[in-house]
């Protein structure tokens, strides 16, 4: 088993897996950096066998865990759902599109934990449906009609979530 490899792959990758994990995990940044680690630390003793291909493996990894993490919670109220019963203010000019990723990563916070894993696989991982299925280990059928359902979804919750907003920030041309 090689240290160091494992060590470049953890310092090369972090950032975009924790931007999976904070996506998987509705948008609690802690939360997510809790997951990756624990993540993480299950793949160590596990490097030699997947070291060729470490990606797919963490990033179900991390599918699996946020789905776990999700059914196993104690009953509470996180920080994050604090935020969402209070919307910030409308944003203008470059502080928009910080508004709009806000927007959707709340939304896909109402996502149940296995669809939101599909959306996150297949549109911020930029997986294939084939790829996302085998992460997810199920079929590219569900990976096919979890994606349609969500996208269906995340639209409803967006359209809502505008349509409160005087100062809608999602522009719905793009």
Partial sequence: MSDAEFTDFVTHRSPALLRTAYLLCGGDRGAAEDLLQDVLERIFPRWRRIRERPEPYVRAALANAAT?????????????????????????????????????????????????????????????????????????????????????????????????DPHPSINRSS
């Fill in 68 to 164: 776990n993490r999700w059914r196993h919670r104690a009953r509470r109220v996180p920080e994050s759902a604090l935020d969402r019963d209070h919307p910030h203010p409308h944003l203008p000019g470059p502080e928009q599109r910080v508004a709009d990723r806000e927007l959707v990563v709340r939304a896909l916070a109402e996502l149940p934990p296995r669809m939101r894993a599909v959306i996150v696989l297949r549109f911020f991982d930029d997986l294939t449906e084939r790829d996302t299925a085998a992460a997810l280990r199920c079929g590219v059928g569900t990976v096919k009609s979890q994606t349609s359902r969500g996208l269906a979804r995340l639209r409803e919750l967006i359209a809502a979530a505008t349509a409160d």
